[in-house]
């Protein structure tokens, strides 16, 4: 009977041991699972952090070419290089798919300075009086009625004039 109790005893050792080996590998699984999933999360945090600095990069980079990474080229440009996010980088990919003269093409003619604009109108007005047009309005009331009766006018046109009359003469009996 001894012999029965020791090699019973034995067993349940053995059994134990079992038990806390597989209880063990059980919670080293999850911490490789755990440590796996947060693994997994920094890398995809670190995957976006790093597509935000590639696109300020090629922002900054696009801008000192002279392109604008919302429209025209630079907006191509933005889509269809995938690459070394630097100046020279970028400018030969832009001259080797889009042509050498790409960039400069895109700058837009400037813009006529003010003063020019100012000169020209009043150069305009000058040339008017000196035809001596009329500064005095015409007779709204006649040309309402011209246009009314020309036989050309279509009747859809008709009654939007005659409507359009009809409210500015409210419109300025309101005023006075």
């Known amino acids: 009977m001894g012999l029965f109790i020791c090699q019973r005893m034995e067993k349940l050792i053995m059994n134990e041991e079992q038990v806390n080996k597989v209880a063990v590998e059980e919670v080293e699984e999850t911490l490789d699972n755990d440590n796996i999933k947060q693994l997994r ?29 919302e429209k025209g080229l630079g907006k191509a440009v933005t889509k269809l ?38 000169i020209q109108a ?3 007005v000058e040339q ?12 709204a009331l006649a040309e309402v009625v011209s246009f009314v009766n020309n036989p050309e006018t279509r009747v859809k046109d008709s009654i939007a004039a005659k409507l359009y009359a009809m409210d500015s003469v409210d419109e300025q009996s309101k005023n006075k």
């Open 41 to 69: 999360q920094e890398y995809k945090k670190l995957k976006a952090e790093n597509k935000q600095f590639k696109t300020q990069a090629m922002d900054s980079a696009l801008s000192s070419i002279g392109l604008s990474s």
């Open 81 to 118: 290089y995938d690459g070394d996010v630097t100046v020279d980088a970028i400018t030969d990919f832009v001259n080797t798919e889009f042509g050498e003269d790409a960039i400069n093409a895109e700058a837009p003619a400037p813009a006529a300075p003010p003063i020019e604009n100012v």
């Open 122 to 124: 009043q150069t305009r």
């Open 128 to 139: 008017l009086n000196k035809l001596g047009v009329d500064n005095a309005p015409a007779d």
